[in-house]
């Protein structure tokens, strides 16, 4: 589910944003293309930790996410709300 929603995001803000509010496609391209990757990382780590859940509740464990991964989305996602923020009303 989060995925769809930074795929959403991607759309609105590489997409619809800058047709909607007349503004300059680059930048908004540039970050929807962000957004876009960090969906794609969320595809990939999403598939990997349900793999690995499995496997650890099969073997009657439980394998927590890696804190670096979590810290590394989180950074990520914060960067590209920062930078689409700032974009958006430096424009407005």
Request: glycine share 10%.
């Amino acid at each position: 589910r989060t995925a769809f929603a930074a795929v959403a995001v991607a759309l609105g803000v590489g997409r619809i944003l800058p047709d909607v509010a007349h503004l300059p496609k680059a930048p908004f391209a540039v970050l929807g293309a962000g957004w876009g990757l960090l969906a794609s990382a969320f595809i990939v780590c999403g598939t990997l930790r349900q793999r690995r859940g499995d496997r650890a509740i099969r073997a009657g464990t439980f394998r927590h996410l890696d804190q670096r991964t979590t810290v590394a989305l989180a950074g990520y996602m914060l960067l590209l709300t920062v930078a689409t923020a700032v974009t958006l009303f430096r424009r407005a």
